[in-house]
Structure formats: C-alpha cells, structure tokens
C-alpha cells in the first residue's frame, strides 16, 4: 500500500514539474525554428554586375536626403534603383558597377551600388 501511495505520489510531482517547464521547452522550441529559418533564408550570394544609368530620384526626409540612381541591366526589363552614396555624384547615361545580392532560398535581392565604370578599355 505504502509503495502504491509513493508511486501516486511521484506521479503526480512528475506531472507538476512538467507542466511547470513545459511552457519554457515550447518557447525554446518556437524559438529555435523562428532562428533557423531566418538564418537559412539570409542572403549569401554576390554577383557582381554593369549596367547604364538611366535616372535618378531623391526621397527628402528630416535627416536630409538619399539619392537613387536606376540602373538598366542586361537580363533585366526594368531599371533596378540602387541608392548612391553621399559622397557621389549623379552620372546619367554611364556603365555602373553594382552588386546583386541575394539568397538561393528566397525571393529577396538587393542592388548595391560599386562605383562609375569608364569606356576606356
């Protein structure tokens, strides 16, 4: 009788402890997919690419402006925008050198301007 009783008794001290963890072990495992599929779907490609500029726009916000200039790739049919650093000035009509970065998973891609490529050869 007393074994039965103790064994009742662990039973139900098991069952406490689990559903006092439980939650936690739920969080970690949602947490553990949640960092794993943003890890796998993290751009890890780069190509690099020349294009011509085609032309530019500016978005005025409080803390001044940025410049993006569109570029006309090859493989494209629309102008992809590129945003320009501060220190750049706008050249329209000029081969650009730009990097593609993007992911083999997921549909994300971003232009990344390198800098004005001269016709001298």
Known sequence: MNRERNGILEREILKERVS????????????????SWY????????????????????LL?????????????ENRDKPVRVRLPKNIGINIGVKVKVN???GENSSYEKFVFISYVSDET
């Open 39 to 58: 890890l796998s779907n993290q751009p890890d490609n780069l190509e690099t690419l020349i294009g011509v500029s085609t032309h530019h726009q500016a």
């Open 100 to 102: 593609r970065v993007y």
């Open 61 to 73: 916000h409080d803390e001044g402006h940025t410049l993006y200039l569109y570029v006309k790739l």
């Open 20 to 35: 006092k963890y439980s939650p936690f072990a739920l969080i970690f495992v949602f947490l553990l997919v949640v960092v």
